[in-house]
């Protein structure tokens, strides 16, 4: 069975670093495109970051370019998304999603792990 | 970037009822485009990829039409576990963007 498992959010203030991580189980994450995903409170989805399978391309919003790295430990079979300059608007659920390539729907997502950004 | 407009942004509706949300992309998609469904405190859910094509487990009632920059989701008989918000994704180009989200709720 699939599963992804979010851990690290918590409270940060601005400028400051989180580093979130998502434990897959049930496939091998390098074989597999991972995206971030992130839900401001009461609002939407919006798309951060994906990691390609194979290869380990990477890509970003314009939103958060610069600021945040994601990767991957395929020993560990766990995706991290380091993140940077933290502003008050990257508060957010953040969530980790499975793909097939970084251009595909995901099929499977992990509950996600809250940031909040404030003094 | 490319823009998706989802209608409406909520509706009402009873169980049985048909339900019909729509996507607007700001070009063509090429049928790369998702359906998800996500209820409070969870994560989402994808219910059609490829336009139509439903996946595995997703109850028969559910499916996406469409082509070129209009798409569709379609609930044909809503059931009180389909109370959620629902929301497209294109997957066309990198970065891959969302609809703003459908909140459907009981009438």
């Known amino acids: 069975e699939v599963q992804l498992v979010e851990s690290g959010g918590g409270l940060v203030q601005p400028g400051g670093s989180l580093r979130l991580s998502c434990a897959a189980s049930g496939f091998s994450l390098n074989n597999y495109a991972m995206c971030w995903v992130r839900q401001a409170p009461g609002k939407g989805l919006e798309w951060v970051s994906v990691i390609s399978g194979a290869g380990g391309n990477t890509y970003y919003a314009d939103s958060v370019k610069g600021r945040f790295t994601i990767s991957r430990d395929n020993s560990k079979n766990t995706l991290y998304l380091q993140m940077n300059s933290l502003r008050a608007d990257d508060t957010a659920v953040y969530y980790c999603?499975?793909?097939?390539?970084?251009?595909?729907?995901?099929?499977?997502w992990g509950q996600g792990t809250l940031v909040t950004v404030s003094s | 970037d490319i823009q998706m407009t989802q209608s409406p942004s909520s509706l009402s509706a009873s169980v049985r009822d048909r339900v019909t949300i729509t996507c607007r992309a700001s070009?063509?998609?090429?049928?790369?485009l998702a359906w998800y469904q996500q209820k409070p405190g969870k994560g989402p859910k994808l219910l059609v990829y490829?336009?139509?094509r439903l996946e595995s487990g997703v109850p028969s009632r559910f499916s996406g039409s469409g082509s070129g920059t209009d798409y569709t989701l379609t609930i044909s008989s809503l059931q009180p576990d389909d109370f959620a918000t629902y929301y497209c994704q294109q997957s066309y180009i990198i970065p891959l963007t969302f609809g703003q989200g459908t909140k459907v709720e009981i009438k």
């Open positions: 490829g336009a139509s």
């Open positions: 070009q063509d998609i090429r049928n790369s």
């Open positions: 999603a499975k793909g097939t390539t970084v251009t595909s729907e995901s099929d499977y």
